[in-house]
C-alpha cells in the first residue's frame, strides 16, 4: 500500500449508529487531518494532528471524536450523527505542520450517509 | 473574515486553453495552492507559489500576484482527461489553509 488510504469507501448509517473512519498513511509524515467536503462549499477542516497530538480543533461538534494512536493511523468515531453530517470525510496527510510549501497528500475519502 | 473566490464551473472545449482564477482575502498569507480533484476521488497537488509571477509545470501553469491578491491556473492543450474541480487554498499567517469551494472545469470534444 502506499499513499493514504481510508476505510470504508461508502458507508450509510442511522441517526443512533456508531461507527468508526480509518485512515491509514504509508508516507512516514508527521502530520495527519481530517476534512469535511460538501458538495458546493470549501473543504472543511475539523482536526489536526501532529506527531500524535491534537494541535487543531474547528469547533467540531462532539459527535464527532478523532483519535490518532501513532503517526500513522487516524480513526474518526461517529455517534448520533445527524443528515446534515452527510458528506466525503477526507483524511490527509503532510510532513509537518507550521511551515510554507508543506503539500498535503489527501485519501480518497469516505462518502458517508446519514439516514 | 478569510474568504477565497473562485468560479464555480467553467466549460471548454477539447485542445483549447483555460484559465481558472482565484481572489482571497485572508489574514495574511504564506503561499498559494492548487489541488486538482476528479469526480469520486482525492485531491491531488498541483502546484505552490509564494512569489509574484508565473511558474510552468507541462502543461499547467500557475500565476500569482500577491498585491491583488489574485491568481490564476492556465490549462493548455485540454484533454478530456482535465475534467475535474480545481480547488485553490491560501497558507494563512498561521499557517492554516483556507480553501476555496472549487471550480468544476468541464471539458468538451
Known amino acids: 500500500e502506499t499513499g493514504v488510504t481510508q476505510t470504508p469507501r461508502h458507508l450509510v448509517m442511522g441517526m443512533t449508529n456508531k461507527k468508526s473512519l480509518k485512515c491509514e498513511q504509508h508516507?512516514?509524515?508527521?502530520?495527519m487531518y481530517w476534512y469535511k467536503q460538501s458538495a458546493k462549499k470549501p473543504l472543511e477542516l475539523m482536526f489536526v494532528?501532529?506527531?500524535?497530538?491534537?494541535?487543531e480543533n474547528n469547533s467540531v461538534p462532539s459527535r464527532f471524536s478523532p483519535e490518532c494512536p501513532n503517526s500513522s493511523h487516524l480513526f474518526l468515531h461517529l455517534h448520533t450523527l445527524q443528515p446534515e453530517d452527510s458528506a466525503l470525510y477526507l483524511c490527509?496527510?503532510?510532513?509537518?505542520?507550521?511551515?510554507?510549501?508543506?503539500?498535503?497528500?489527501f485519501g480518497p475519502g469516505t462518502r458517508l450517509t446519514v439516514t | 473574515g478569510q474568504n477565497i473566490d473562485q468560479p464555480t464551473e467553467m466549460t471548454a472545449t477539447e485542445g483549447a486553453i483555460v484559465q481558472i482564477n482565484c481572489t482571497y482575502q485572508?489574514?495574511?498569507?504564506?503561499?498559494l495552492f492548487w489541488y486538482q480533484q476528479h469526480a469520486g476521488e482525492a485531491p491531488t497537488f498541483l502546484s505552490y507559489?509564494?512569489l509574484d509571477g508565473l511558474e510552468e509545470k507541462g502543461r499547467f501553469s500557475s500565476f500569482l500576484s500577491r498585491s491583488k491578491g489574485y491568481s490564476y491556473l492556465l490549462l493548455k492543450e485540454l484533454q478530456m482527461k482535465d475534467s475535474a474541480s480545481y480547488l485553490c487554498?491560501?497558507?494563512?499567517?498561521?499557517?492554516?489553509?483556507?480553501w476555496g469551494a472549487g471550480t468544476k472545469l468541464i471539458i468538451k470534444p
Open positions: 490527509a496527510s503532510s510532513q509537518d505542520t507550521g511551515k510554507p510549501s508543506y503539500e498535503q497528500y
Open positions: 508516507l512516514g509524515h508527521n502530520a
Open positions: 494532528y501532529s506527531l500524535e497530538e491534537r494541535v
Open positions: 485572508t489574514s495574511g498569507f504564506n503561499g
Open positions: 507559489n509564494v
Open positions: 487554498a491560501v497558507l494563512d499567517s498561521n499557517y492554516q489553509l483556507i
